[in-house]
């Protein structure tokens, strides 16, 4: 396929673990609460201490997300939200900010406007990786060609059941980071995790050796649940619910709001940075 320039979120985590640090991706839903504030919202967190951006682009029927992406994705549904109005969010962050930038989505969204003009599109727009949950492994080679045009990085998720063989397969073509489900089940804020978790990232971190950085999400929403999975081997974590749970419970206004989610970014940043 020949050279690939490194892509901005390769160069953000080789940067952070240089330093001995582990990274944080911070999830937002484009439009959410409505198209103007989500601006804001991306900032604060950046601000706080997000290194990489997940921007996810709401479709109606999100079978990874738990119920509180899933109320955030009908609410920017409903603000009138499409791909495209999806991806000027997405420049007008990037215009503002140079943290790397992920789009996620599902692959109806993408098979619709088709994979080439999908991906070109999101590079157009500023964004650096594309995760698509429901796009599996012996299914992806078109989506791996295009997003190799691209210099677009094309990342994959695993779970804890996922077998080694496959496990394998997968951290071959992921690119970016290997995204490992926490969990079984959909995202959303739990108030503890089980063995199979750590061991999952233990055992994910010996299989892949180093190819590609291992990022754990779901349910993630304190600094306390960090620690665990950077102990564990994680070299960064995805926090999602937590962050649309302040914005869904704000009652004091919208500078209140950014408050909490930048002091939320700050206090997940700082567990990143703990030895």
Do not use: W
């Not at 119920?67 to 920017?76: E, F, N, V």
């Not at 045009?149 to 290997?178: C, Q, W, Y």
């Not at 665990?228 to 009652?251: P, Q, R, T, W």
């Amino acid at each position: 396929m020949g050279s690939r320039r490194e892509n901005p979120i390769d160069t953000r985590l080789r940067e952070i673990m240089a330093r001995g640090e582990h990274a944080l991706i911070g999830y937002m839903v484009a439009g959410y609460p409505d198209e103007r504030t989500c601006l804001d919202v991306a900032i604060a967190m950046i601000d706080g201490g997000v290194d990489i951006l997940e921007i996810g682009i709401p479709f109606s029927d999100p079978i990874a997300d738990g119920p509180t992406i899933q109320r955030a994705s009908y609410i920017a549904l409903s603000n009138g939200i499409t791909p495209l109005k999806a991806f000027n969010i997405a420049k007008s962050i990037k215009d503002a900010s140079d943290t790397p930038l992920v789009a996620m989505t599902y692959y109806n969204i993408v098979y619709r406007l088709g994979v080439e003009r999908f991906i070109a599109m999101a590079k157009e727009h500023g964004i650096d990786g594309l995760i698509v949950p429901d796009l599996t492994y012996e299914e992806a080679d078109d989506a791996i060609r295009v997003a190799h045009m691209h210099d677009m990085d094309l990342i994959f998720l695993v779970a804890p059941n996922t077998s080694d063989e496959r496990l394998n397969m997968i951290a071959g073509v992921s690119k970016g980071f290997l995204y490992l489900v926490s969990v079984y089940g959909t995202t959303g804020e739990r108030d503890r995790f089980y063995d199979y978790t750590t061991n999952a990232i233990r055992r994910v971190k010996g299989m892949i050796m180093g190819r590609v950085p291992l990022a754990v999400g779901f349910g993630i929403s304190r600094k306390e649940h960090a620690r665990v999975m950077i102990d564990a081997g994680a070299d960064a974590i995805v926090v999602g619910s937590a962050f649309i749970n302040l914005m869904e419970k704000s009652k004091d206004g919208k500078d209140s709001m950014l408050i909490d989610i930048r002091q939320l970014a700050c206090e997940l940043k700082q567990a990143t940075r703990s030895v």
